[in-house]
């Protein structure tokens, strides 16, 4: 069965940080690029960064310089370490397949920054 849970977000205050983590099923990670996304209210979900399979990562321009994608092979984990948060960046935050995501989403994890 096919699986992908994320977890670690919560309520953090401006410039604060969070670590988000994603543990997917080994048919959807091990042969595929990751990504992290986010879905704001009211809007689109969106592409936040990617991870291939080597651990070659890349980020949008929003997030550069402040969060850091990694892999675990042996865990068939993502990581997101979020540094200097801003409100901006407050979203439900979903990994998947890139650039064609599965077809089922995880339930995703709430990262909300506010003071």
Known sequence: QVQLVESGGGLVQ??????????ASVSI???NTMAW?????GKQ??????????GSA??????????????DSAKNTVYLQM???KPEDTAVYYCN???????SWGQGTQVTVSS
């Not at 604060?16 to 994603?22: E, K, P, Q, T, Y």
């Not at 996304?37 to 209210?41: D, E, G, I, L, T």
């Not at 949008?60 to 994608?69: A, C, W």
Request: with cysteine; proline share 8%.
């Open 97 to 103: 397949m890139y650039p064609r995501p599965y077809g």
């Open 29 to 31: 990670f091990r042969f």
């Open 14 to 23: 401006p410039g604060g940080s969070l670590r988000l983590s994603c543990a």
């Open 83 to 85: 540094n200097s948060l």
């Open 37 to 41: 996304y986010r879905q704001a209210p």
């Open 58 to 71: 890349n980020y949008v321009d929003s997030v550069k310089g402040r969060f850091t994608l990694s892999r």
């Open 45 to 54: 979900r969106e592409l936040v960064a990617t991870v291939t399979t080597g």
